[in-house]
């Protein structure tokens, strides 16, 4: 049995197709991130999964169970942090870990959650004192409280500083070492890229592409290109002494050469030198996820906010 | 299953969290009982000793040097409710009467004593301010001492030795008179019974709803009966405490006479409950806390004001008395009064069945519209 089974879901607000026809599986010890613009369907999704929503159609598994029907059993097996995680204000992350284990009716040793989390230094803190980060950690440490194995994490990092973003990914890394199943879903592509072994990118209520970000990039990019900063003449000129494909962009004077083979390079290369004129910086690069993703969804996506470094390799002549 | 170790554990922490907030421990504890401290200074005691009055006697006198204007005045003023504060009778009264902002006083005639001793008839002249309290006790005072007056007039003048055929013996209803801040101490309670859960709750329960903390609870095996239940049993520990402050200060400060007894427990036990339920209710139907808190006024403020919290329901006008009977809040004061008061337990069981009717029904309704999640 999968942790995770979803088939056909779909959910309507209203005449909006929130979540259109959606199906995936997740296998026990593998970190799954939803990732995608705002509106996307990315939280609908994971709350139906959660059994805080209910389903309009399709078919959900979770832990061989219907979330909507058997929430209350279901509970006790998983670990959730819902989006923009709040608490009662006046109340400190150790009393809150206690408080849950109360409620679970477990034992729990809460310096050892609390170190887990890395928050053992604001566990005397009111949740209403904690920063962004202690606050979404805090949620971390409630989610853990009846030691589920299949963890849910509904934007963990989004609107928290970089360093925050950081120390939350370290908990994340944690936890997949302890053989947890994570669920998550993000915004922002790096952290896709640094935690996920797996990927659905969400759009307008579909995945448009899952898989490793390396299998997306190779499905979905455009493979690996030449560029060579030059003259249309000397593009026309390479286009004429060689059997490649050569597209020039006016705007940026670039010759743009889709690689088939890395040798294509060095015939492209040969005949610019043959050529005569003169011609500036060459690179090679490959598409990158957020090419990828880019080119996958159809809204600019305003909240991506940090891009992951280019593969980029160049010379000077 | 309802599990009394989750309602501890929720318990524990909202009380905690609710002890450690100064604001609202000093609108469930301090706020009364500064009320009731306000309240009773303004009413205290009701009457504040004898009346100021002024007098000008422009009695002449009879030849044998007697004044019976002045043996009249004397009189009043020791009769205890009038001070007799004579003007010299060459000043111009109404004048003197404005200049020392007081409407109240007696003229005594020029003639005053001669006509007495010659049984023909004289005139006081009171002056007074239909609207003012201490004008009906002057003039009444002044009525009352003429017609003694008169009696003797007319016993002297037969030689009539017969003392006077109607006497009057003071008395009143209960057995120690009823004060202003008797009345109030029930009141009050009554009024901290509704406030403090109501507003709390209605607040509460908007605001979970809204940064989804319901949302959170909700995937715990905590449910909402029990949710609930543990900010009744607060609210009735709060209320408990606050009883017992009102009552003390009621007693020890304004020397109130409230009858305490088992009678009481219900309406401490049944009042939060109902309020907290109502609170639960307005934030849960409600779609934001702005509209929570506006739908929470309209809710509270009539009964803050109608149910016989701060004015008897009697000095009401009768329809806004028939109002009153659909206040929930109602019940609550009346009960209290019915028990500290009037020792009335055949009306405070009314009042109790009355109330237990209400809080079921609340209670039902704001668990089942309750929703911990969205569908």
């Known amino acids: 049995m999968l942790p995770i089974e979803v088939t056909s879901l779909q959910k309507n607000y209203g005449s909006l197709k929130a979540v259109d026809g959606v199906s995936f599986t997740v296998k026990e010890g593998e970190v799954f991130g939803l990732l995608g613009p705002n509106g996307a369907g990315k939280t609908t999704t994971i709350e139906i999964m959660e059994g805080l929503r209910e389903r309009d159609s399709g078919d959900v598994k979770v832990l061989g169970l219907d979330p909507w029907t058997n929430g209350y059993s279901l509970h006790k097996k998983i670990g959730v942090i819902p989006q923009e995680f709040t608490f ?35 566990a005397k803190t009111h949740f209403e004192n904690l920063s962004g980060g202690q606050k979404r950690k805090t949620g971390l440490a409630l989610s853990l409280v009846n030691s589920p194995d299949l963890l849910f994490l509904d934007e963990p990092t989004t609107g928290l500083d970089p360093n925050a973003r950081r120390a939350i990914w370290e908990v994340v890394r944690g936890l997949k070492a302890k053989g947890k199943t994570i669920i998550l879903t993000t915004l922002y592509l790096d952290e896709a890229q640094q ?28 493979g690996e290109r030449l560029t060579i900063h030059g003259s ?8 004429g002494n060689t059997e490649l494909l050569v597209d020039y962009d006016t705007a940026k004077s670039e010759i743009v050469i889709p690689l088939k083979k890395k040798i294509d390079a ?52 | ?5 989750r309602i501890y554990a929720d318990f524990k922490v909202f009380s905690r969290g609710y002890l450690r907030n100064k604001f609202g421990l000093f609108f469930g504890l301090i706020f009364p009982v500064i009320l009731i401290l306000i309240f009773g200074a303004i009413f205290a005691g009701g009457s504040s000793g004898p009346v100021n009055v002024y007098a000008q006697n422009q009695d002449t006198g009879l030849p044998t040097g007697i004044n019976i204007g002045s043996s009249f005045l004397e009189s009043l003023n020791e009769s205890g409710t009038v001070r007799v ?54 003039s009444g005072t002044v009525n009352g001492y003429a017609n003694g007056f008169n009696l003797n007039y007319f016993q002297r003048k037969y030689n009539d030795s017969t003392p006077a055929i109607i006497s009057i013996t003071g008395a009143t209803v209960n057995t120690q008179q009823t004060k202003y801040v008797d009345f109030l101490i029930p009141g009050l309670i009554g009024f901290s019974i509704l406030t403090s859960p109501m507003f709390s709750l209605v607040n509460i329960s908007s605001e979970y709803k809204k940064n989804k903390l319901f949302k959170q609870l909700s995937l715990t095996p905590l449910t909402k009966m ?36 088992v009678g009481l427990i219900p309406f401490l036990v049944l009042g939060p409950m109902l309020f907290a339920a109502l609170g639960m209710l307005v934030g849960t139907v409600t779609k934001n806390p702005e509209t929570a808190g506006v739908i929470g006024n309209i809710v509270t403020f009539p009964m803050m004001f109608l149910a016989g919290t701060f004015f008897p329901l009697s000095s009401m006008p009768q329809y806004l008395q028939t109002f009153a009977h659909v206040l929930p809040l109602f019940y609550v004061t009346e009960g209290l009064n019915n028990v500290m008061v009037y020792g009335n337990m055949t009306g405070a069981l009314i009042d109790i069945a009355v109330l237990g009717v ?18």
């Open chain 1, 232 to 239: 249309q003449q000397l593009a026309d000129y390479i286009k």
């Open chain 1, 88 to 122: 009662m204000e006046k109340t400190t992350p150790r009393e809150a870990i206690n408080y849950y284990a109360d409620l679970f009716n477990i034992k729990v040793n809460a310096d050892e959650i609390l170190k887990d989390v890395l928050l053992e230094e604001s």
């Open chain 2, 226 to 261: 029990e949710w609930l239940t543990s900010k009744m049993i607060w609210y009735i520990v709060l209320t408990i405490a606050g009883f017992l402050l009102m009552v003390g200060v009621g007693i020890f400060v304004f020397g109130a006479h409230v009858a305490l007894n």
């Open chain 2, 1 to 5: 299953m309802v599990s009394g170790k």
């Open chain 1, 266 to 317: 060095l015939a492209a290369l040969a005949a610019a030198e043959q050529s005569g004129l003169d011609w500036g910086e060459i690179q090679t690069r490959q598409d990158s996820l957020d090419d990828v993703f880019v080119k996958l969804v159809s809204e600019p996506v305003e909240e991506v906010e940090t891009l992951p470094e280019q593969k980029k390799k160049s010379w000077r002549r």
């Open chain 2, 85 to 138: 504060i004579t003007v010299d009778s060459t000043i111009n009264f109404t004048k003197y009467l404005a200049d020392h902002s007081s409407s109240d006083g007696i003229i005594i005639p020029a003639s005053f004593s001669t006509s007495y001793a010659s049984g023909q008839s004289v005139n006081i002249t009171v002056y007074g301010n239909p609207t003012s309290s201490t004008s009906g006790i002057v």
């Open chain 2, 358 to 375: 209400i809080t079921l029904v609340i209670f039902v309704l704001a668990v089942k519209l309750f929703k911990w999640r969205e569908d």
């Open chain 1, 195 to 222: 935690l996920c072994d797996r990927v659905a990118i969400m759009d307008h209520g579909h995945i448009v592409a899952m898989g490793t970000t390396e299998e997306i990039i190779q499905q979905h990019g455009s």
